[in-house]
Each structure stands twice: as C-alpha cells, then as structure tokens.
C-alpha cells in the first residue's frame, strides 16, 4: 500500500481567520468597461463614484451597460446621454412611416401641389395690390390737380370782381 501524505492543509488554514474577499481582487464598475478612449470619461466616473448604498453619485445613475448604436458604455440605447439617440436611418423611417400611415405619401405630394397654387394666389395678391396703389396714386394726382384749378379758379374770380 502506498502511503500518501494528508491533505495540504495550511492555505485553508492561513485564510481561516481572514475575509475571502480582501484577498481576491476587489470587482469594480469600470472594469466591466473596455479601456477605450471614448469610454474614459465613464471609466473615469465609475472609478470614483461610491460602490456602497443605492444613493445616486452627484445624481448621475451608475450605468455599467453598452450602447447598441454608438458602443459607447454608461447608457442604454433609447436614453439621452447616446449622442445618436435622435438620429436614425432616414430610410427606414420613410418606410415605416408609409406603411403606419398610408395617407403620407398622399400628403406628401400635395404640399408640392399646394405651394405651387400658393405661389400663384400670392403672385396674383401682389399684382392687385400694384394696380390698387396705381389706382390710388392716379387718384391722389386727380384731386390735387382739381384742388388746384378750384384755388386758381376762385383767384381769377377773385381778380374780376
């Protein structure tokens, strides 16, 4: 028969009076994040934001998530911060707007129809108004030169009396 040692007993016995955790390396938020230069500013505020309590560090909610458009870390795709949140692909949007709405397409071709009619109604608005101020300064002249042949004629009736 072989004889084995007994089992090595001293590691279990040298962490026996000690925390298990203090030896491991401690999990922080910015490690679950990539070492990238657009993260940094996130890294950054993980690093010192306080890991204990369900308080909000300057009011700023821990994130540890990545951005499906931008692949940035510290928000979610539908949130503010993302700076392509309000952005999106022109053409898939003018698809799902044709087939939600299918008044659109009507719609969006008559205001070409509209502006055109609108750009007519206006030409024809200006034109009256023209022939109006026309009309009123010829008048304007006509009875000034009444008033003047009504003054010239009361001299001259003035001058024979």
């Known amino acids: 028969m072989e004889s084995r040692p007994p089992p090595d007993t001293t590691n279990e016995f040298v962490l026996e009076g000690t925390n298990a955790d203090e030896t491991k390396e401690e999990e922080r938020p910015e490690d679950a994040i990539p070492d990238l230069p657009e993260n940094q500013a996130t890294r950054d505020f993980l690093k010192n934001a306080p890991s204990k309590g ?3 560090p300057m009011g700023l909610e ?3 998530m990545q951005c499906w458009r931008c692949k940035a ?3 979610r795709t539908g ?3 993302c700076p392509l949140a309000t952005t999106g692909n022109v053409d898939l949007e003018a698809s799902r707007i044709a087939r939600e709405d299918p008044m659109a397409m009507a719609l969006a071709k008559r205001p070409r129809e509209e502006a055109s009619s609108l750009r007519a109604l206006v030409e024809d608005v200006r034109r009256d108004e023209r022939k109006r101020k026309k009309r009123r300064k010829k008048e304007k002249k006509k009875r000034k030169r009444k008033k003047k042949e009504k003054a010239r004629k009361k001299k001259r009736r003035r001058r024979s009396s």
């Open 54 to 56: 369900l308080w909000l």
């Open 62 to 64: 821990v994130k540890t």
């Open 73 to 75: 870390y510290g928000h």
């Open 79 to 81: 949130d503010r911060e």
